[in-house]
């Protein structure tokens, strides 16, 4: 009974000092280098930091920290940056499977092309780019893994994210790790809005839909259509939305089938698509169009108009046609992004010929997206630089792109992200695939029919 | 009716397809007695084979035979290598499923370190397909290739079988070990025999999924199961039932997403498999084995 009142007291003894030195704490005037000190602690631990004040060098991030302070300290201007030795950028798509031509095509190419550039022009502001590949497996529970492993051990704070199950799953944990997401591919509707971490540079699905489903309606005449969706977020964002938005431009949907994105044999869909005898089949598929088109082909399915997610022509055109079914896709239509090289200008024209020598095929929209990708995230580093600090983190890229209003410009091109719900607007372009022997492969897969300006997509019915 | 024309013919060749494999893995199993799941492996290695002798410029047929043959040699290996030795050690077949097993994820890993993981395929024309019409139905020359090599398989395997002293042995170690070996069999060299042929089947079969769709390192697994199932639904301990079996799974394959969705097809091709075994477990043409082996 003793030995519990001493204790007691000495505990509300602790407990009294522990409250006075608080509130002496919180008493003590706001210091000008608490953000930066505090976001220093987050910041990547890998790469070694210099803090740029004046003849101050510092080989931890934390005295490094201490120095940006002290010259913060000095004056009331914006704290001196905390500049790392390299930025580290994550990204995340599959690397294997039936993806990986895929892929190597639209996002590793485009990025490694970025990155020399970037090196090559003396990195940004003198400190070089490193880009950090995670497979994501094409699934949402790989992507997170992914995710994990570049946020957690590489310590990147800016990830640039593939396909719309993976992003869908990384955008839900974005905030939890203070990641900033760039996604220059996946095109779901279920990505608006997602997460204010996620940051769409390609325009989402519904957006280049109408722009196609209009040309289909107004511009073919054409009345009814069919969907082939693969059984994922895209393929249900897809169907979805196509039996939203056809009827109000004029289209019927006569039918639907859903199959499986991991199968091989869709001669079953194919038979069933036939007997809907629509004009235009869309398909809601990604990485097996391919072999869908091949099964349409084998059973004698060729519609007036075969549409399907935007840019495919161009990323998974190259393989329809080693397949063998060049001339089952020449009424394919695609609405994309602005990407031609001759009205982009001269940066475009050189990128467009040194990805074509590095991937043996045409640039097209995905392509264009990753390489710009990585532009986009230098662009968001260079403004945040402006405010000092430790401004290498999630956070501060993310504040970076609402400073920016969502303008963002890359060698190539200038586009207009809504920071409200991470959707991106773009003007767009109506093509499809012709045979041209003066083009690699024998095929031109962005033949232009119809542009909409930036107005004209946004007056659009959505 | 086009419609059911077309669904049949399309299920046809998928049936084709996996008839060669199952056939393969049941002569395996009327012998050997255990699913034999490295079958899916040797499927798969029988594709990249030909795939390897047709990039280094050997001409198709010669391609084909050369992947059947490497397959056959990779069956003998496995049989004096493994299955012997575990024989003689008197392994339950458990043992002989789980090193099968294991076996198949060595092999294909060792085919995705050497030929990566992306999809392969067999280049059997240089131009652009063109499907037949005939009536309402269209066919593929590869489908029709897949069909006529299928026939043309079961053709020289039912003379082996039947006309040759081998295949007479085969099927006599088949139908009961003990038997065979008092009228002096040599069953460790039907073994090997059975192994070879076998897998020379799972090899052309590869080939032509290679030639037809296309194969990554791991396509065999799918395959090797749905073999599994043929041979339960056709009657263990009957080829023609395998046959029947294999066919039947590439019908209802094809024509159960008319039905129902295709993401049902697997779906309906195990309640199939249940409602079988449910009213007749020894499958549509299988012998009363169980009551033989007890």
């Not at chain 2, 024309?5 to 494999?21: M, N």
Request: proline residues 5%; charged residues 10%.
């Amino acid at each position: 009974m003793r030995k519990g009142n001493i204790g007691f007291v000495l505990s509300s003894v602790l407990a009294v000092v522990a409250l006075l030195l608080s509130a002496c704490s919180q008493a003590a005037p706001p210091a000008p280098t608490a953000a930066p000190a505090k976001a220093a602690t987050t910041a990547p631990a890998g790469p070694a930091t210099t803090a740029a004040a004046p003849a101050t060098s510092a080989a931890a991030p934390a005295a490094a920290t201490t120095a940006a302070a002290s010259a913060a300290a000095a004056t009331s201007a914006a704290p001196a940056a905390v500049i790392p030795s390299v930025y580290a950028i994550g990204t995340t798509y599959p690397l294997g499977g039936v993806y990986q031509s895929i892929f190597k095509v639209s996002t590793t190419i485009p990025h490694q092309i970025a990155i020399d550039e970037i090196n090559a022009a003396g990195g940004i502001d003198g400190v070089p780019v490193k880009l950090i590949v995670e497979d994501n497996l094409g699934t949402a529970a790989g992507g997170v893994s992914a995710m994990q492993k570049l946020v957690s051990v590489d310590k990147v704070p800016a990830i640039i994210t593939s396909m719309s199950t993976a992003t869908v799953a990384q955008a839900a944990v974005a905030k939890d790790y203070n990641t900033l997401l760039i996604n220059p591919g996946a095109v779901t509707d279920a990505l608006a809005g997602a997460s204010p971490w996620l940051f769409s540079i390609v325009p989402n699905q519904s957006l280049v839909k109408n722009a196609l489903l209009y040309y289909f309606a107004k511009q073919l005449g054409h009345k009814t259509i069919g969907v082939i969706w693969q059984n994922d977020d895209l393929g249900k964002g897809t169907i979805a939305y196509i039996k939203r938005v056809a009827p109000v431009v004029g289209l019927q949907v006569v039918g639907d089938v859903a199959i499986d994105p991991a199968g091989t044999d869709f001669s079953a869909a194919a038979i069933q698509a036939k007997t809907w005898n629509a004009d235009i089949i869309d398909l809601g598929v990604t990485q097996p169009i391919p072999l869908v088109v091949k099964a349409m082909t084998d059973v004698g399915l060729k519609p007036k108009a075969l549409s399907s997610s935007p840019g495919n022509t161009t990323s998974v055109g190259p393989d329809v046609i080693k397949l063998g079914y060049g001339s089952s896709i020449l009424n394919w239509y695609d609405a994309v992004q602005d990407y031609n090289p001759q009205r982009l200008g001269a940066a475009a024209q050189a990128y467009a010929a040194k990805y074509e020598k590095a991937a043996g095929t045409q640039v097209g929209g995905p392509a264009f997206n990753n390489y710009e990708a990585i532009y986009a995230i230098k662009a968001l580093i260079e403004q945040a630089k402006k405010g000092g600090g430790n401004f290498y983190t999630g956070e501060r890229l993310r504040q970076a792109m609402i400073d920016l209003k969502g303008n963002i410009t890359t060698p190539v091109e200038s586009f207009l992200v809504n920071t409200s719900d991470g959707t991106c607007l773009r003007p767009l372009t109506i093509v499809n695939v012709v045979q041209d022997a003066t083009k690699t492969g024998g095929y031109n897969l962005s033949h232009e029919l119809q542009s909409f300006t930036l107005d004209q997509v946004k007056a659009m019915p959505r | 009716m086009d419609v059911i024309g077309q669904l049949l013919v399309s299920g046809l060749i998928l049936g084709a397809t996996y008839a060669v494999v199952t056939v393969g893995f049941a002569l395996i199993f009327n012998i050997a007695r255990f699913f034999h799941v490295m079958h899916g492996a040797v499927f798969t290695a029988g594709a990249y084979f030909a795939y390897e002798g047709v990039r280094r410029g050997l001409p198709l047929p010669v391609a084909v035979l050369v992947g059947m043959a490497t397959c056959a040699l990779m069956g003998i290996a496995l049989e004096v290598g493994l299955h012997r030795p575990l024989r003689e050690k008197g392994a339950p077949s458990l043992i002989f499923m789980m090193a099968s097993l294991g076996l198949l994820y060595v092999v294909q890993n060792i085919i995705a370190v050497i030929w990566g993981t992306d999809i392969i395929r067999i280049a059997y024309s240089t131009g652009d397909v063109t499907p037949w019409q005939i009536g309402p139905v269209f066919v593929t020359p590869m489908g029709l290739a897949t069909l006529v090599a299928a026939v043309v398989f079961f053709v020289v395997l039912w003379l082996f079988l039947n006309r040759t002293r081998v295949g007479i042995s085969l099927k006599a170690v088949g139908n009961s070990v003990p038997l065979a070996i008092i009228v002096g069999t040599d069953v460790s060299r039907v073994m090997v025999v059975t192994l070879a042929v076998g897998s020379a089947a799972a090899g052309l079969a590869g080939i032509l999924v290679a030639m037809n769709i296309g194969m990554t390192p791991y396509t065999g697994f799918d395959v090797v199961l749905l073999a599994c199932i043929a041979v339960l639904i056709g009657g263990v301990g009957s080829l023609a039932g395998a046959v029947s079996g294999a066919i039947l799974l590439g019908v209802i394959r094809t024509v159960a997403p008319i039905a129902v969705s295709g993401l049902w097809s697997e779906f309906i091709i195990f309640l199939a498999l249940f409602l079988l075994m449910y009213v007749r477990p020894r499958g549509l043409f299988g012998k009363k084995v169980w009551k033989s082996e007890v």
